[in-house]
C-alpha cells in the first residue's frame, strides 16, 4: 500500500521547485519563496566574492610597511568598498534573506511566506541597491569607510563621486530588509500549524523572529540618516557637517544606534542555526530550549541600548559611558546562557563530527573569543586604547565574520541537500572547515596582538615592527580564501554530479525535513503534524534510502 506522503514524494522526484516551471523568468517573476531565497543565495555569494576580492587586495597590500599595490586614495577605496559589501549586500541579508526566505515557511509546514509578492519585491529592491553600489565604483568610488561618517562623506574635495550612489544603494537596501522582516514576523504568528505553540517552534525561528523585530524597529533610523546625509551633500544644508553648524557626532549616534541593533540581525538568525547544528548533528534534544529561546529576545531588545560603547572616545559625558559600558557587559549575559546551554547539549550527544557539525563547533569557538575580546571593548580604560586599532579590526571579524557568516556556511551545507536534493563530497567538506577554521584564526587573531601593541586600523602605510604580523595574517586570509573557493568547487560539483539527497539526511525532526529533497512546489500534499522538533528518538537510519525515517514502533509525530 502506498501511502499518500509517498505518493508524493515520487511525484516531487519529476515535479519539484526547481523545476516545476521553466525559463528564466519563471524565476524573475516567481512568488514561491522557496525560488526567492534560493535567487538571494546566489546573489549573496556573488556579492561575498565581491567583497572578499577587496579583502584579499588589502591584506597583499599591507605585505609591506610601504604599501605593496595601491595608493593611499585607492586603499581608502578598497576598504570601504570592501566594508559596504560585506556589511550591506552579505552579512545583514544573508541568514533571513536566503535561508530564511527557504526553511522559514517549511519549518512552519506552510505553503509560503504570508505576503509572497512583498517578498519578491524586497529581493527587487536588492538588486536595485546592488545596482547602485555597482554605479558608485564606477562614478568614482568611495572612500569615506563603510560608516560614511561627516564630514569625510560631505567634504566633496576629499570624498569621491560615488557617495551618492552608494547611501542610495544602503537607503534602498534597507527597505529589502525591512520588508523581509515585516514578512517574517506575520508569518510566524499567523501561518503557524494547529499544535506548533511558541514553545514547540524550532530555535531557528525564534532567532529569525527576533532579528525580524529588529529588522522592522531600528533601519527605519539609517533611513532616515541617510536620506539626511544625501540632503546635506547635495544641498548644502548644515546637519551633521560642522562646516556647515552642522553636529558630525549626531550622526554617530543615529548611525550606531541602527549599526549595533545590525549586528545582532547579522548574528542571531546565524545562532538559530547553530541551535540547530548542535541538536540534530549530536541526535539530542536541545538543553534549555526556553532559555535559548527568551535570550534571542533578550538580545533583541539590548541590542537597542547600548550604541554608545562606538563613542567612548567621542566626547560623551563620563556618566553616559559608565551606562553604556554597564549595559554592554549585561548584553553577554544572554549570549553567555546560549554558548552553555549549546555545550550541554554536546554533553553525551551522539556526536556526527560531518560539515555541518564541524561549522557549529568552529562557531562556539569563534564566537567565544568574538564575545569575550568585546569586554576588553566595553571596559573604558581599555576600550580608549584600543579604539580605532587593528584590536577593534579583529574584534569585529571574530563576532561579524568568524561567527554570523561561519553559521551562515554551516547552515548552507545542513540544508543544502533540502535545497538542491544533491549531497556534496563530505569529505572535501571537512577538509575546506578546517582550512576555513585555521585560515581565520591565523588571520584575525594575530591583529589582536598587533593592535594591542598601537597598530591603528585602516593605515594604508604602517611602521616597520608591525610587518611580521601583517605577513602572517595575509597568510592566513590565503588559507581561509582557498578555504571558500574549494567550498564553491564541492557544492557547484554536487548539483551536478552529486549523489541524489534522501529526505532526512541528518535525522531532523523540523518540518522540513518530512518533505521530500528538494521540495515539491507546494512544500506538503497535506499539512504535517507538528511534534517536538527535539525529540529524536522516534527515527531510525534506512539503509535502502541512506537517510533517516519514522520507526515503525514510534508514536506518529503529534500524537
Known amino acids: ?221 539609517i533611513g532616515i540618516t541617510l536620506l539626511l546625509l544625501i540632503v546635506e551633500r547635495s544641498f548644502g544644508i548644515g546637519i551633521f557637517d560642522p562646516a556647515l553648524g552642522g553636529d558630525p557626532v549626531l550622526y554617530q549616534h543615529f548611525f550606531w544606534f541602527y549599526s549595533h541593533p545590525a549586528v545582532y540581525i547579522m548574528i542571531l538568525p546565524a545562532m538559530g542555526i547553530v541551535s540547530e547544528l548542535i541538536a540534530v548533528h549530536s541526535h539530542r534534544h536541545i538543553f534549555g530550549y526556553k532559555f535559548i529561546a527568551y535570550s ?111 553559521g551562515f556556511i554551516g547552515g548552507i551545507h545542513h540544508w543544502w541537500p533540502k535545497m538542491t536534493g544533491k549531497m556534496y563530497n563530505e569529505a572535501w567538506g571537512r577538509f575546506a572547515c578546517v582550512l576555513v577554521f585555521v585560515g581565520f584564526n591565523v588571520t584575525f587573531f594575530t591583529q589582536f596582538m598587533m593592535g594591542s601593541r598601537g597598530m591603528p586600523r585602516r593605515y594604508a602605510t604602517y611602521q616597520p615592527e608591525f610587518q611580521t604580523y601583517h605577513v602572517i595574517s595575509t597568510i592566513g586570509s590565503t588559507i581561509m580564501a582557498l578555504g571558500f573557493v574549494i567550498t564553491a568547487i564541492y557544492l557547484l560539483h554536487s548539483v551536478f554530479k552529486g549523489k541524489k539527497a534522501p529526505r532526512n539526511p541528518w535525522g531532523g525532526r523540523s518540518l522540513e525535513w518530512q518533505c521530500s529533497s528538494p521540495p515539491p512546489w507546494d512544500n506538503f500534499a497535506e499539512q504535517p503534524e507538528v511534534g517536538d522538533c527535539y525529540d529524536f528518538s522516534v527515527l531510525v537510519w534506512n539503509e535502502e534510502e541512506q537517510g533517516y525515517d519514522w520507526r515503525k514502533d514510534a508514536v506518529h509525530p503529534g500524537e
Open 296 to 406: 534571542s529576545i533578550a538580545i533583541a531588545m539590548f541590542g537597542f541600548l547600548v550604541w554608545g560603547h562606538h563613542m567612548f572616545t567621542s566626547g560623551q559625558s563620563q556618566l553616559v559611558n559608565i551606562i553604556f559600558s554597564l549595559i554592554t557587559f549585561s548584553v553577554s549575559i544572554p549570549s553567555a546562557i546560549k554558548v552553555f546551554n549549546w555545550l550541554a547539549t554536546l554533553y553525551k550527544g551522539s556526536i556526527s563530527l560531518n560539515t555541518p557539525m564541524l561549522y557549529g563547533l568552529s562557531f562556539i569557538f569563534i564566537f567565544g573569543i568574538g564575545g569575550l575580546t568585546g569586554l576588553y571593548c566595553a571596559t573604558l580604560n581599555t576600550d580608549v586604547h584600543l579604539h580605532d586599532s587593528y584590536f577593534i579590526v579583529a574584534h569585529f571579524h571574530y563576532v561579524m565574520m568568524g561567527s554570523a557568516l561561519i
Open 1 to 221: 500500500m502506498i501511502t499518500t506522503e509517498a505518493k508524493h514524494d515520487n511525484l516531487s522526484m519529476s515535479d519539484n521547485y526547481l523545476n516545476h516551471t521553466k525559463g528564466i523568468k519563471s524565476w524573475l517573476f516567481t512568488l514561491d519563496h522557496k525560488r526567492i531565497g534560493m535567487m538571494y543565495l546566489i546573489c549573496i555569494l556573488l556579492a561575498f566574492l565581491l567583497g572578499g576580492i577587496f579583502a584579499m587586495l588589502i591584506r597583499f597590500h599591507l605585505l609591506t610597511p610601504d604599501g605593496a599595490l595601491m595608493t593611499q586614495d585607492q586603499y581608502n577605496q578598497a576598504f570601504t568598498v570592501h566594508g559596504a559589501v560585506m556589511v550591506f549586500l552579505v552579512i545583514i541579508p544573508a541568514v533571513p534573506a536566503a535561508l530564511g526566505n527557504f526553511v522559514l515557511p517549511i519549518m512552519l509546514g506552510a505553503k509560503d511566506v504570508a505576503f509572497p509578492r512583498l517578498n519578491l519585491f524586497s529581493w527587487w529592491l536588492w538588486i536595485l541597491g546592488l545596482v547602485f553600489f555597482l554605479i558608485s565604483l564606477g562614478t568614482g568610488g568611495v572612500d569615506t569607510g563603510w560608516t560614511f561618517y561627516t564630514p569625510y562623506s560631505i567634504d566633496k574635495a576629499s570624498s569621491m563621486g560615488g557617495v551618492i550612489p552608494a547611501l542610495i544603494g544602503a537607503f534602498v537596501l534597507g527597505f529589502s530588509s525591512i520588508f523581509t522582516g515585516m514578512n517574517f514576523i506575520v508569518t510566524i504568528h499567523r501561518l503557524r500549524p494547529v499544535g506548533m505553540t511558541w514553545f514547540r517552534m524550532p530555535l531557528f525561528l525564534w532567532g529569525t523572529y527576533a532579528t525580524a523585530i529588529i529588522q522592522v524597529l531600528a533601519t527605519p533610523v
